[in-house]
Nanobody, 125 residues
Framework: VQLVDSGGGLVQAGGSLRLSCVGS????????IGWFHQAPGKEREFVAS????????YHADSVKGRFIISRDNAKNKVYLQMNSLKPEDTAIYYC???????????????????WGQGTQVTVSS
């Protein structure tokens, strides 16, 4: 079972990136998927989450209106479109699957069982 997240990079403030998360050896289609980020010296924080069907999403206040989480269950992928990036968005970004299938959206790291390796996002001012 493996999650692979990708798409990070270096971008100027105001720019955009799209992160991807793909499941290997695991079907993501029955799981809530979350994106989290962790900046140096800080705890891992919730960014966005999407229901197993894709019908429901929830975004942290800090990214609301700028980031959009989406999924394509046919491709076993989840995405995080990041627009209007700010230097304070700089962090390692991780995708994760909820520990229970068919669950509700959660913002708590403890509810997530499998994690990607992380992809670095750096926003320059």
């Amino acid at each position: 079972v493996q999650l692979v997240d990708s798409g990070g990079g270096l971008v100027q403030a105001g720019g955009s990136l799209r992160l991807s998360c793909v499941g290997s050896g695991i079907s993501l289609g029955n799981s809530v998927i979350g994106w989290f980020h962790q900046a140096p010296g800080k705890e891992r924080e919730f960014v966005a989450s999407i229901s197993w069907s894709g019908a429901g999403t929830y975004h942290a206040d800090s990214v609301k209106g700028r980031f959009i989480i989406s999924r394509d269950n046919a491709k076993n992928k989840v995405y995080l479109q990041m627009n209007s990036l700010k230097p304070e968005d700089t962090a390692i970004y991780y995708c994760a699957t909820h520990g229970r299938p068919w669950s509700d959206i959660s913002t708590h790291t403890d509810d997530y069982a499998y994690w990607g390796q992380g992809t670095q996002v750096t926003v320059s001012s």
